[in-house]
């Protein structure tokens, strides 16, 4: 059963620039979830998409943006890159047994690694 | 506000140590509490607990919840170098996973 797969895995982009990243998720998962980690932050949640639907979102700045598609391919676009968006972007799916029973674990991606110069 | 809060941030321990990771939260609608071992990238899973009470083991790494006083410990014995490692602990809420900053654990020779 392949895993959750990221891609590009490094990138490097200018200031102002934007970038789109892309999560395929383990088949079957619906549940594509985005975090940012840095060093001095941790692991952020950016946000959570559910059957094509944002569901939840974190305390990001309206540059960060995502969608998904009907296969559950998640995309996310930063756009007017700024030097802290550097960062591993990590990209999990969720298999969600339904209502009240919750989801199980989230399995990760290896990341792409975004640097902003 | 939801939180997760893990303690140590870091930890410096030798082979053959036992260490002890410390894992709080305030998550309202709590469904599970998970450890995740993240050594370069992606984090791994390690556990996922939902029970008080009840340990769960693998090999020298075991987890324990207790769901009234709100936190999770995980213990490793006999430490190895390839233990070093940051140790993620994550809860899920109704629709949402809240992660803690980590511990840093290295494990020297």
């Known amino acids: 059963k392949a895993g959750v797969t990221q891609t590009p895995r490094y990138l490097i982009k200018t200031r102002g620039q934007q970038v789109t990243l892309s999560c395929s998720p383990i088949s079957g998962h619906r549940s594509v979830s985005w975090y940012q980690q840095t060093p001095g932050q941790g692991l952020q949640f950016l946000f959570e998409?559910?059957?094509?639907?944002?569901?939840n979102k974190g305390n990001f700045p309206g540059r960060f943006s995502g969608r998904q598609f009907s296969n559950s391919r998640s995309e996310m676009n930063v756009s007017t890159l700024e030097l802290g968006d550097s960062a591993l972007y990590l990209c999990?799916?969720?298999?969600?047994?339904?209502?009240?029973?919750?989801?199980?674990?989230?399995?990760f991606g290896q990341g792409t690694r975004l640097t902003v110069v | 506000e939801d939180k997760v809060v893990q303690s140590p941030l870091s930890l410096v321990v030798h082979e053959g140590d036992t260490v002890t990771l410390n894992c709080s939260y305030e998550?309202?609608?709590?469904?599970?509490l998970l450890w995740y071992k993240q050594e370069k990238k992606a984090p791994t899973f390690l556990f996922m607990l939902?029970?008080?009470?009840i340990e769960k083991k693998s090999g020298r790494l075991s987890s324990i919840l207790d769901k009234k006083e709100l936190f999770s410990i995980l213990n490793i014995t006999a430490t190895q170098t390839g233990d070093s490692a940051i140790y993620l602990c994550?809860?899920?809420?109704?629709?949402?996973?809240?992660f803690g900053s980590g511990t840093k654990l290295n494990v020297k020779p």
């Open positions: 998409y559910f059957s094509e639907t944002q569901r």
């Open positions: 994550a809860v899920m809420g109704f629709n949402k996973f809240y």
């Open positions: 939902t029970s008080s009470g």
């Open positions: 999990a799916s969720s298999l969600v047994r339904g209502t009240g029973a919750g989801y199980t674990e989230a399995f």
């Open positions: 998550v309202t609608n709590f469904r599970s």
